[in-house]
């Protein structure tokens, strides 16, 4: 089977995540400011904002382009990383159990995580984000299907 | 379950509201200390009989209530009264169990049990404590109740000693491996903490009179260096004392034996510990080999164990001990007794080591390069000095020498059964881990690696415990760590299809 993509709408999930961290970031360099002058902390607002949100933005999509997943025999294979590029490989028999996990946020966006647990030691859990929830339901099922057959 | 109406019988040993009565105190410790402490000011501290009591009362309660048992399917062990807690732990989830005998233990003629599954430390037991004769038939019935195979092999037990440590070889252990810095740094730790290094300096200061530091300074420079390398030469010879002191206490008496089809270890000379080592649960095998292992022609080899726990809450258990295969060994004697733990290699073929991608040397080169330029650079501007750039100067040759000897003594092997990873140059370290015990594969390009078309590769097993412990392959080019990576995929997932048994083991 080919490279699967997740659901685009994880995109939206990702960047309201990040501008909440800016709008936090920001905060947090200009209050300290505050009482020493107000101009200068909204500048230092804004300058925090005016950089680190289209940067979020973009890191989101970059994110979203870079990430992708193939089922087969074998197991689960992820792609990800938009600096740091990884290329992880689950066989299936040695996932353990799985979660589907929605945050609010993933919720509103009809979008979840899929996380499968493994024996290991470094990766005792490797997670999938934003796919649709429906498919991750259905994906989790055909692992835990397989995984019965295995047997 | 079917074991719903079992109800476990068998009772703890009478006397083990003591060990409880430890184990509480050892809770309560900090507490209790500090109210000691600021409560001895005021008088007799009274207030401690009711505590006392209390905690003698709790044990008594615990030792009453708590019952044990074998049942069909699983050990069954109920807890308490009022709040009633029955855990059941199924025969095929159990991985080990370990004794421990502390001195106390052992003047008793007891033993703390630990059951272990391979769970990250949840459903794990430990039953506190049993007759030395409850706690080996609880092992043999828990393992005869595994399933046929175990049964068979219960029936012509023999112990077979595989490697027996002489009281030599343990100082040597000692001598090698420099635990007596452990102690010393215990040992400062609890003195500053108990505020005893106030004293200390009081001390020192009345007993050196600046009578006594003018003359040395007046003895001039030779003296003063000699003075200094006694001092030296005494702490290096006191902290090797403390290390053989402690490796005897330890490993005093270390024996390797094959009991049935699994391995067992036990050691120590105060307290007694007995760890099985199922061969079905050991994942990797590690050696170690320092520069004075080297001088000593020894290695040490240590295996890791699935559900040895690198979680933390299990680590704070202590079952993050290491797991020993033989704690020192001549290296012919390690091969045979790797091959013995993990029997799904095959050692005697000659292992085809191959090396990072030719371009490793020029990257790990220029990296170390970098950081002597960056630290000298640092200092001379924040110390506006220039001799700060003398470490730019002596830092390119040493990152030339370092980076030749990361190159040559990095090196990995990929057989049919198992994938063979060795590195380090001064300490060297071989890991050998059977490719049907491979978990989960990780490919990395970080952005050198993609202008160098290189890549790393993570080989996650269970039960390494350490980061150190955990495989990473470096500078890889990016063809040969694609196809690597291939080949333990197809493997981990396909061995394990074949061999169902491995798949409960694992």
Redesign the interface.
């Known amino acids: 089977m080919l490279d699967q993509r997740v659901d685009p709408a994880t995109v939206s999930v990702w960047r309201v995540e990040t501008t909440a961290i800016a709008v936090f970031i920001a905060f947090s360099c200009a209050g300290p400011l505050l009482e020493d002058s107000i101009v200068l902390a909204v500048a230092v607002f804004c300058a925090v904002m005016v950089i680190s949100v289209p940067l979020g933005w973009w890191w989101s999509k970059a994110r979203y382009e870079r990430l992708s997943y193939r089922v087969d025999?074998?197991?689960v294979?992820i792609r990800e990383?938009v600096?740091?590029?990884?290329?992880?490989?689950?066989?299936?028999?040695?996932i353990q159990h799985t979660d589907v996990s929605q945050g609010p946020l993933q919720r509103r966006y009809g979008v979840a995580t899929l996380k499968l647990y493994?024996?290991?030691?470094?990766?005792?859990k490797?997670e999938l984000e934003g796919l649709r929830h429906e498919d991750a339901l259905a994906l989790r099922d055909r692992l835990l299907s397989k995984e019965a057959q295995?047997? | 379950m079917t074991d719903g109406t079992f109800e476990p019988d068998q009772r703890l040993h009478p006397t083990s509201w003591l060990f409880a009565v430890f184990a509480f105190v050892r809770q309560l410790i900090v507490p209790l200390a500090a109210a000691a402490f600021f409560g001895s000011r005021d008088g007799n501290p009274t207030w401690l009989w009711p505590v006392a009591a209390v905690i003698l009362a709790a044990a008594l309660w615990k030792q009453w209530f708590y019952r044990y048992g074998l049942g069909p399917t699983g050990l069954v062990i109920r807890e308490g009264l009022f709040f009633r807690n029955v855990r059941q732990i199924d025969y095929a989830r159990i991985e080990n169990i370990d004794t421990e005998r502390s001195l106390l233990h052992r003047l008793l003629g007891v033993a703390e049990v630990r059951v272990e599954t391979s769970t990250g430390g949840k459903a794990e037991a430990s039953i506190q404590v049993l007759g030395l004769a409850a706690a080996e038939e609880l092992r043999e019935r828990v393992f005869a109740a595994r399933g046929g195979e175990a049964r068979e092999h219960t029936a012509r037990k023999a112990e077979d000693v595989l490697l027996a440590m002489s009281t030599a070889e343990v100082v040597k252990f000692g001598l090698i491996d420099n635990r007596g810095l452990i102690v010393v740094a215990g040992v400062v730790g609890f003195l500053y903490e108990a505020g005893v290094m106030e004293v200390w300096s009081v001390v020192l200061r009345a007993a050196v009179s600046p009578e006594l530091m003018a003359r040395l300074i007046a003895r001039g420079m030779v003296i003063q260096i000699a003075l200094m390398l006694i001092v030296l030469l005494g702490a290096v010879l006191v902290l090797r004392v403390l290390s053989v002191a402690l490796a005897l206490f330890t490993f005093h008496g270390f024996t390797l034996t094959r009991v049935d089809n699994d391995l067992r270890t036990s050691y120590g000379l105060l307290t007694r510990l007995s760890l099985t080592l199922r061969l079905q649960r050991i994942q990797a095998a590690h050696v170690t080999q320092t520069l004075l292992h080297r001088v000593f022609d020894r290695v040490a080899v240590r295996v890791d164990l699935a559900g040895g726990g690198a979680s933390p809450e299990a680590q704070q258990q202590g079952r993050g001990r290491v797991r020993w295969l033989a704690p020192l060994a001549a290296p012919n004697r390690a091969r045979e007794l790797i091959a013995r733990a993990l029997p799904d290699v095959d050692f005697t073929r000659t292992t085809e080591w191959q090396p990072l991608s030719p371009r490793a040397y020029g990257r790990v080169m220029r990296k170390s390069a970098a950081l002597w330029s960056v630290v000298g650079l640092g200092f001379a501007v924040m110390l506006h000095a220039l001799w700060p750039f003398l470490l730019i100067a002596v830092g390119v040759p040493i990152s030339m020498c370092y980076a030749a000897m990361y190159v040559r003594y990095t090196r990995w092997a990929l057989q049919d059964d198992a994938l063979f990873f060795r590195r380090g140059w001064l300490t060297r370290k071989l890991v050998i881990v059977p490719r049907n015990r491979v978990q989960v594969v990780c490919l990395g390009e970080s952005p050198f690696d993609r202008r160098y078309r290189m890549a790393s590769l993570r080989v996650d097993t269970a039960g390494a415990a350490s980061p150190t412990d955990q495989i990473r392959i470096p500078y890889l080019d990016l063809e040969v760590a694609r196809e690597l990576a291939r080949a333990l995929e197809t493997t981990a997932a396909a061995q394990t299809k074949a061999a169902p048994a491995e798949v409960a083991g694992t």
């Open positions: 025999d074998l197991g294979t990383g600096w740091w590029w990884t290329h992880k490989s689950v066989p299936r028999v040695r493994t024996a290991g030691s470094r990766y005792t490797v295995g047997d």
